[in-house]
């Protein structure tokens, strides 16, 4: 086997996991995001008193009434998953959720008993919260991917401006 062979199997390989198994996982990663926030804002759908009750006494959500901070937070947590999960506007609205992570994190300090940054930089506390903001964080970094509607946008606008161009280019 010479060189230009293994030159051309890396090439191909590379090529193919960029195609197929990297917008893949970027379509696993924003469902299985777009669930756990989902899930959260159903709880929350589910047991108006409960939410109340939370957002009243344990949460310490920064600026917002509580009754306002549970309302507001539970139908974030309903609606803002779907446009992760089908990635339209896949960008601004990871960003949004990620930065919503980090405030709902912080408004609850029963998650990091040993103290904030004790626990950022431990695996055992707030381990969830963690996880789904750098899930979130690859989505700002990478885009929602080739299997998004975003991808489909793009898809689209390509196919629509490429014969403008082509009429532009003869005249």
Known sequence: MNLACIDSCYVRTTDWLNRWLGPTALLLLRIWVALAFWRAGVVKFDDPTGTLFLFNVMYQVPLLPPDFAAVLGTWIELVVPWFIAFGLLGRPFALFLFIYN??????FPA?????????????????????????????????????????????????????????????
């Open 102 to 107: 980090i405030i709902a994190f912080t408004s």
């Open 111 to 171: 998650l990091w008993p040993h103290g904030f940054w004790h626990d950022l930089f431990t695996t055992s506390e707030f381990a969830d919260h963690k996880i789904w903001g750098l899930m979130l964080l690859t989505l700002i970094a990478f885009g929602p991917g080739r299997f998004s509607l975003d991808g489909l946008i793009q898809v689209l606008w390509r196919r629509r401006r490429r014969p403008v161009a082509a009429n532009t280019a003869r005249a």
